[in-house]
């Protein structure tokens, strides 16, 4: 099954807490029973804005980030340096 890709923006929280915050989320997702005898699955990418000179870098580096975490296998949270 293919997925979706969606933004949240976490204003005014700094790397650490942003990703503590994916890790809930993504421990939640997996936690739901939303398809019988599957379980569903999120990758996470996180980067900070403040790590960026511009927000057309900031969302090559979020995509990176994504991306990243799929390539590692899925189901996981990768943080990318600007």
Same mark, same amino acid.
């Given at each position: 099954?293919? $997925?979706? =890709?969606? %933004?949240? &923006? ?7 807490? #942003? +990703?503590?915050? !994916?890790?809930?989320?993504?421990? $939640?997702? =997996?936690? %739901?029973? &939303? ?7 999120? #990758? +996470?990418?996180? !980067? ?35």
């Amino acid at each position: 099954m293919g $997925g979706e =890709e969606f %933004l949240i &923006l976490l204003y005014n929280t700094d790397e650490a807490s #942003s +990703i503590d915050i !994916a890790e809930e989320i993504r421990k $939640g997702i =997996e936690d %739901l029973s &939303l398809i019988p005898d599957r379980t569903v699955t999120v #990758s +996470i990418g996180v !980067a900070g804005l403040s790590s960026v000179r511009d927000w057309k870098q900031w969302m090559n580096v979020c995509d990176k980030s994504l991306y990243e975490a799929k390539n590692l296998g899925r189901n996981r949270i990768v943080a990318c340096e600007g």
